[in-house]
């Protein structure tokens, strides 16, 4: 992963196809986006 950005789509739809399940990966992205607007503000 590049560090602390939000990934796009098309990363969430491999991980998805990789067997991430989707409530793991939204958790985790929305603890990345946290930190980016933490890190905004």
Do not use: R
């Amino acid at each position: 992963m590049s560090g602390a950005k939000i990934p796009p789509l098309s990363t969430a739809l491999k991980g998805e196809a990789a067997g991430v399940p989707v409530e793991e990966f939204m958790d985790l992205t929305w603890t990345m986006a946290n930190k980016y607007y933490m890190g905004l503000t």
